[in-house]
């Protein structure tokens, strides 16, 4: 961090903060720089939201139910009845018509972004 302030001409006294991920190199770099210069250290809070999300998708409940969505999205990709109706059912409800997102597996996916698109299909989950 030094090396590159100094070579784009950066006066310490000008940086007040650090943001950072969670790795404990990261922080510990963060540390020394804090104690050096008086920079705050700032730990991203995107990274560390991540962090929970994951943890928590390992939690049994919620990777059963994750398991069930995925097979649910899944069957609507195979089955072009089923996605026709499922359009359809979008239409004769006057919403807007949204298609099943399938996420996927590694460690920079977006469960957050298929389940936020789950909750407009909420009114098709309830029975008639």
């Not at 969670?22 to 962090?51: D, I, P, Y």
């Not at 359809?88 to 099943?100: A, C, G, R, S, Y």
């Amino acid at each position: 961090m030094e090396e590159v302030i100094e070579k784009f001409d950066i006066l310490p006294s000008k940086i007040k903060a650090i943001v950072h991920d969670n790795g404990s190199n990261m922080v510990a770099a963060a540390r020394l720089l804090e104690e050096k210069h008086g920079w705050s250290s700032v730990r991203c809070a995107g990274h560390t939201l991540q962090l929970i999300v994951n943890s928590a998708l390992k939690e049994p409940s919620i990777n059963k139910a994750t398991g069930a969505a995925r097979n649910l999205v899944e069957h609507f990709r195979r089955s072009e009845l089923a996605n026709s109706k499922l359009k359809k059912k979008q239409q004769q409800m006057n919403t807007t018509e949204h298609k099943l997102i399938q996420d996927v597996d590694g460690p920079y996916s977006k469960p957050s972004l298929r389940q936020a698109q789950e909750k407009p299909f909420k009114p098709l989950q309830e029975k008639e």
